[in-house]
């Protein structure tokens, strides 16, 4: 079975400043779909960066980006020039194929500190 | 705008009593699933819908039942069975076919015991 790891429960970071957010994987499939969320304090769950296992090219959306390890499964978020509106609860998520199960981890909590 | 749109967005349950959760879509996707967020956890999956009249169980489909009647429309009943139904849930949609979209999310039900 698959399986999500964020072996980070809480980060903080200064407004303006670049932080990264890490996450692992297990899977014996060698196509997937990668993704982070974001959900702020109203419980939406928000879409922030998408990346195709079979694309070797890092996913990027503005001031955010993803380091892809397809060897290593891991996927880490990072994001750049910090804002106070980037403070929420962060969760990466698995998808063997696309519109199958999403299997998440347990999120990262991110303050930003103005 | 299309959308989903779960309501209510916050329900109480009695001991001993079934309560029904809905979610409906607009935006002629295919497929729907109904995930539970429980404190400090990532999403679970209880039950999806690839097509009409078709369902299949999830990760954690115990004391829960679904219906798929219409396109639009995956409601979730929350039986007496489930024991520890105080959470998140969450509505989600997939287009299907070769669109090869991410998964679109409602904006959630609170359900707690009274």
């Known amino acids: 079975a698959q399986t999500v790891t964020q072996s980070q429960p809480e980060m903080s970071v200064q407004e303006a400043e670049t932080v990264t957010l890490s996450c692992t994987y297990d899977t014996s499939e060698s196509d997937y779909y990668l993704f982070w969320y974001k959900q702020p304090p109203s419980r939406q769950m928000i879409l922030v960066i998408r990346?195709?296992?079979?694309?070797?090219q890092n996913a990027t959306e503005n001031r955010f980006s993803v380091n892809f390890q397809k060897a290593a499964k891991s996927f880490s978020l990072k994001i750049s020039d910090s804002q106070l509106g980037d403070a929420a609860m962060y969760f990466c998520?698995?998808?063997?194929?696309?519109?199958?199960?999403?299997?998440f981890g347990t999120g990262t909590r991110l303050a930003v500190r103005p | 705008d299309g959308g989903i749109t779960q309501s209510p967005k916050y329900l109480f349950r009695k001991e001993g009593q079934n309560v029904t959760l809905s979610c409906e879509q607009n935006?002629?996707?295919?497929?729907m699933y109904w995930y539970r967020q429980d404190p400090g956890q990532g999403l679970r999956l209880i039950y999806y819908s690839q097509i009409v009249n078709d369902f299949q169980k999830g990760d954690i489909a115990e004391g829960y039942s679904v219906s798929r009647e219409k396109k639009e429309s995956f409601p979730l009943t929350v039986t007496s069975a489930q024991k520890n139904p105080t959470a998140f849930y969450l509505c989600?949609?997939?287009?299907?076919?070769?669109?090869?979209?991410?998964?679109?999310f409602g904006d959630g039900t609170r359900l707690s015991i009274l």
């Open positions: 989600a949609s997939y287009r299907g076919g070769a669109y090869n979209q991410p998964q679109h």
């Open positions: 935006l002629n996707h295919d497929a």
């Open positions: 998520a698995y998808e063997r194929s696309s519109g199958d199960k999403l299997t």
């Open positions: 990346q195709e296992a079979y694309k070797q």
